[in-house]
Antibody, heavy 121, light 108 residues
Framework: QVQLQESGPGLVKPSQTLSLTCTVSGDSISSDDYYWSWIRQPPGKGLEWIGFISYSGSTYYNPSLKSRVTISKNTSKNQLSLKLISVTAADTAVYYC?????????????WGQGILVTVSS | EIVLTQSPGTLSLSPGERATLSCRAGQTISSGFLAWYQQIPGQAPRLLIFGASRRATGIPDRFSGSGSGTDFTLTISRLEPEDFAVYYCHQYGSSPWTFGQGTKVEIK
């Protein structure tokens, strides 16, 4: 059974770079069956999809964040990473990593438990 | 970008009642790439329905999904105490993938 676990700093200063890691167990991120995504949720608000990376390494980002975000993967560590530059208080959110089936209508699932990142000086 | 609009924003009902949640898309969602999630505060979203009408593994049959094109519905036939939560629809057929703003089902 695949499990995803986010990790990283819980506090980032404004204008700095937010860096998170998602460790995947029970499956390989090199598998050609999935997209691997990041999604975020500001406190008390709804969900915002950030982007995904495919097995081939191709990426797609939400246009609203495209200029600031990079998603990559480390296949040797079976990890997914997220970098968001030039953060502001508006980037304060719970950040989730999740998997989506590439070849079927099975959606974004499962999700990690999420990690709260606060942007504050 | 496909905008998803959920209604109502809040639904106040009693246990045992039927809940009907709506999700309307600004464009046609291809091939039923529409899912519904339940979120309890402090937890990650839990998948309920995918492909517009297919229940995910382990989801009780009181949850059902329907619809196609631009109009989709999540129905909870008889509310149980654990069903009071926020529900999101999600389209994943067209990038960028998007979510509705959520419907909160609260105890009346």
């Amino acid at each position: 059974q695949v499990q995803l676990q986010e990790s990283g700093p819980g506090l980032v200063k404004p204008s700095q770079t937010l860096s998170l890691t998602c460790t995947v167990s029970g499956d390989s991120i090199s598998s050609d069956d999935y997209y691997w995504s990041w999604i975020r949720q500001p406190p008390g608000k709804g969900l915002e999809w950030i982007g995904f990376i495919s097995y081939s390494g191709s990426t797609y980002y939400n246009p609203s964040l495209k200029s600031r975000v990079t998603i990559s993967k480390n296949t040797s560590k079976n990890q997914l990473s997220l970098k968001l530059i030039s953060v502001t208080a508006a980037d304060t959110a719970v950040y989730y990593c999740a998997r989506r089936d590439l070849w079927s209508t099975y959606p974004t699932d499962p999700w990690g438990q999420g990690i709260l990142v606060t942007v504050s000086s | 970008e496909i905008v998803l609009t959920q209604s109502p924003g809040t639904l106040s009902l009693s246990p045992g009642e039927r809940a009907t949640l709506s999700c309307r898309a600004g464009q046609t969602i291809s091939s039923g790439f529409l899912a519904w999630y339940q979120q309890i505060p402090g937890q990650a979203p839990r998948l309920l329905i995918f492909g517009a009408s297919r229940r995910a593994t382990g989801i009780p049959d009181r949850f059902s999904g329907s619809g196609s094109g631009t109009d989709f519905t999540l129905t909870i036939s008889r509310l149980e105490p654990e069903d009071f939560a926020v529900y999101y629809c999600h389209q994943y057929g067209s990038s960028p993938w998007t979510f509705g703003q959520g419907t909160k089902v609260e105890i009346k």
